[in-house]
């Protein structure tokens, strides 16, 4: 799978201090959604976009969801996690102002991160 190098970047979730971790009961999931989620599971190893743990200290559901193609979309459910991570008090800039600050240049790059939520350590 294309993405950025994690030897590049990679980024690290600032978990507020003295907050316990929370373990989420596992959820029953259909065959077809199970299946879906070992299949995909199984590319992610492989990607080594993940890799497997022997003690967790916090467990999120897997969520499936099928997409308009059909396919299935694997999904987590990080709200406890979420939850212990501090806001960020810094809101994204408007599109307007962001067009407005590159207007002038010759010379505009993008680096896209291929499913760049995998780049989170």
Known sequence: MPGI??????HRLSV???VKPVAQKQRKQREKR???AKEETSRLLAASF???VQYPTWLA???MVKKPNGRWRM????TDLNK??????YPLPSIDRL???VSGYALLSFMDAYSGYNQIR
Do not use: H, Q
């Open 75 to 78: 999904c987590t459910d990080y």
């Open 5 to 10: 190098d994690p030897s590049f970047m990679t």
């Open 84 to 89: 212990a991570c501090p806001k960020d008090p």
């Open 99 to 101: 067009v407005d600050g």
């Open 34 to 36: 199970r299946k879906a």
């Open 50 to 52: 993940i890799r497997e």
């Open 16 to 18: 507020g201090k003295g």
């Open 61 to 63: 559901n897997v969520v």
